[in-house]
């Protein structure tokens, strides 16, 4: 009995809001909300930010009990919003959820017991977890997994660390608690970065903060048209694809950030492509990668980065068969926390 109040009051000492951006997707904000009315252990705070939809977005929300809704008087653009709804937090830790995405039913539990145990939380700069790719139909298509166990990466070794493990930014919506009161300090996200703002935060904070990764997936994040998008879902376009790796570039170039293994990338796409005569897209990819790469792009730091990038593809590949045959939807893994 001691040792549950003892339990009970540092899952009370850590409060987290949960702060929704949206724009005119009312109906994948009403399964974003269901996800977060349907946890374990509620939120401390329920937060949803219009950022001035023309559809019926605000009129939905003014009949919704249990949120505090904001309706901006005028559109702040995607970033913008973003920043918005983090303001709009009133405790120290905050979880940007995007409309598009859904949180499994053990989230606010899982991070309260996780962010309790870190005796340094209040310097930690971001706690992140692992979670599954659904696309616009809420079918399950792939599990994302950097690491295999929870652990607490310090500057100023962690860029190398990350770097190491395919991993290259703190990523934005349900994948991470912010700690509101370090973003306040280095600054909230930068918008001529549109969506890769959130590449830029990790440069910026990376090196300062310390980082908490939970191996737990905790969230699913669906995989579709950009952030501002209106209609149907759907999947990313190329255009779409090209815009946000050029982005996502200047970012870690404006940093001084070594760009080598991730644009690396370009190239091992490219050749994949022209494998299976996909041409269009081989060219596409070659192109970036020159782009970006430094001269001398025949070296053998160039083959081993695509060595790299081959055997990790085909771990990842093999993760997401194996998890597609587990979970056929988002709805078969909303009533209890996948393993």
């Known amino acids: 009995m001691g040792m549950e109040k003892r ?44 950022d001035a939809s023309s559809d019926d977005t605000w009129e939905y929300l003014k ?42 039913p053990d989230y606010i539990k899982t991070w309260k017991e996780k962010i309790s145990s870190i005796k340094e939380r209040n310097n930690v700069g971001a706690f992140i977890s692992g979670g599954y790719l659904i696309d616009g139909e809420d079918k399950v298509i792939g599990l994302v997994s950097n ?10 070794t962690t860029f190398k660390k990350w770097w190491k493990n395919h991993f290259f930014c703190v990523p934005v919506t349900g994948w991470s608690v912010y700690n509101k009161k370090i973003l306040e300090e280095i600054g ?8 890769a703002a959130e590449n830029e935060m990790t440069v910026k904070m990376l090196p300062l903060y310390p980082i908490f990764y939970s191996a737990t997936p905790l969230f699913c994040f669906r995989r579709h048209g950009l952030q501002g998008f209106e209609g149907k879902p759907k999947m990313f ?22 760009i080598k293994k991730p644009v690396t990338y370009m190239l091992f796409l490219s050749i994949a492509h022209l494998l299976f005569l996909k041409l269009n897209k081989a060219r596409i990819y070659l192109g970036l990668f020159l782009s970006y790469y430094p001269k001398n792009i025949l070296s053998l ?6 060595w790299d990038w081959l ?26 926390m996948p393993s």
Not at 313 to 333: A, D, G, Q, W
Request: proline fraction near 4%; charge should be positive.
């Open 188 to 195: 909230y996200f930068t918008p001529k970065y549109r969506i």
């Open 63 to 104: 009949k919704v009990k249990g949120i505090r809704a904001v309706r901006n008087k005028k559109n702040l653009g995607m970033i913008g919003n973003w920043n918005e709804s983090i303001r709009q937090a009133k405790n120290q830790f905050v979880v940007s959820l995007h409309s598009d995405d859904a949180i499994l």
């Open 237 to 258: 376009n190329m255009k779409q694809e090209i815009e946000n790796f050029n982005d996502s570039v200047k970012a870690y170039l404006d940093y001084g950030v070594d």
């Open 301 to 306: 730091e160039t083959i081993n980065y695509l």
């Open 7 to 50: 339990m009970n009051r540092n899952l009370n000492s850590v409060k987290i809001s949960v702060s929704i951006p949206t724009y005119n997707r009312l109906d994948l904000l009403i399964k974003c909300l269901e996800s977060v009315f349907n946890q374990s252990v509620p939120p401390d705070e329920i937060i949803v930010v219009d």
């Open 147 to 156: 690491f295999d166990k929870d652990t607490l990466f310090k500057p100023p």
């Open 311 to 336: 055997k990790y593809s085909i771990k990842v590949e093999l993760r997401n068969r194996k998890i597609r045959k587990i979970y056929k939807s988002f709805s078969s893994m909303s009533m209890s």
